[in-house]
């Protein structure tokens, strides 16, 4: 059964449209006071193996919100910490859980739990991708930019696990993305030539932040030492030094230009507090947006899973 979202480049631009508009929906509805029940008797596990506030709590609140419930494990805490085998956790889980909700390391961890889980596997972030995060900030780019069509997107910093989501985003959806990173700090090189082959328009990689801002509608920035590289923290301060988002740099991109930071940030560093604080910023906006996207996705792959 592959019914899992591992990564994006896995699904069609259908798919992924369907589950942004879903969360749309879904975000307008719980406004309204709507409650649902559709995940009523259903539970999903929480296997976390790094620190998570936002995507921890919201992956909760949109199965609660949804008539569902939640059992939380930190990894450290289970028997895989003790080394028992993925496919064996997998198995057991699964017989247990409607689905798998994994915050790890190493792709090949989800990989292989999705190998011998008979429930989806969802990718809560790994070193290679955060998927689900990237399907909130689309939707953020959709509300405020009104299309995603055309719309000139800009990473700034690090070719992380962020970065390579966006590429593959950008290939599925067909929007222009320039990414300005220092030099030995581009995106995996692998996924950007099978994104490049797939999209209808250029994915290109700069090293300088102020080409690269020129003309973008909306500016990715995200810490410049992800989870698991904080001994590299002082180090790639230096690095990356000249690819802070401040408001010089910002002013380069226009007015129109909106802000998006995955979170949590680290002000004065990859951006300043006067551009997370100012008008352009929408971070508030896209965090909330992560509860709507992780509701669309549990229904549509815990229903998609049991109708099958
Ligand atoms: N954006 C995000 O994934 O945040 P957390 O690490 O707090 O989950
Ligand atoms: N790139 C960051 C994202 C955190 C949500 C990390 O992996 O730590």
Not at 75 to 97: F, I, M, N, W
Not at 125 to 132: G, I, M, N, R
Not at 160 to 171: K, P, T, V
Request: proline content about 4%; aromatic content about 6%.
């Amino acid at each position: 059964m592959n019914n899992h979202l591992l990564a994006l480049g896995d699904f069609s631009q259908e798919t992924l449209r369907s589950l942004i508009d879903r969360a749309i929906a879904l975000k307008a509805e719980r406004k309204r006071g709507v409650r649902h029940q559709v995940l009523a008797g259903r539970t999903i596990c929480l296997l976390f193996e790094k620190p998570s506030t936002r995507t921890r709590v919201s992956f909760e609140a949109a199965m609660y919100g949804l008539g569902g419930q939640v059992i939380f494990m930190s990894a450290k805490e289970s028997q895989l910490g003790r080394g028992e085998p993925l496919k064996d956790t997998a198995r057991v889980l699964s017989r247990y859980v409607d689905a798998i909700v994994v915050r790890t390391f190493g792709q090949h961890v989800v990989e292989e739990l999705a190998r011998y889980a008979t429930v989806p596997v969802i990718n809560a972030l790994t070193d290679l991708y955060h998927p689900c995060q990237v399907l909130s900030d689309l939707m953020t780019v959709l509300e405020m930019k009104k299309t995603l069509d055309g719309v000139k997107c800009v990473w700034i910093g690090d070719g992380n696990n962020m970065a390579n989501a966006w590429i593959e985003a950008a290939s599925i959806f067909g929007f222009p993305l320039t990414l300005a990173c220092p030099a030995g700090f581009g995106p995996d090189e692998t996924i950007l030539a099978k994104a490049r082959a797939r999209s209808p328009l250029p994915i290109v990689v700069l090293r300088d932040p102020a080409e690269a801002i020129r003309g973008a509608e909306a500016v990715s920035v995200d810490v410049w030492a992800s989870m698991g590289q904080e001994a590299e923290q002082e180090q790639r301060l230096g690095l990356f030094r000249d690819y802070q988002l401040d408001a010089a740099l910002l002013a380069k991109a226009g007015r129109e230009a909106i802000v998006l930071h995955c979170l949590p940030a680290h002000r004065g560093e990859e951006v300043t507090d006067e551009v997370l604080e100012g008008p352009q910023s929408v971070i508030f906006e896209q965090a909330e947006n992560k509860m709507h996207i992780h509701a669309a996705i549990l229904e549509h792959f815990i229903l998609k899973g049991k109708a099958a």
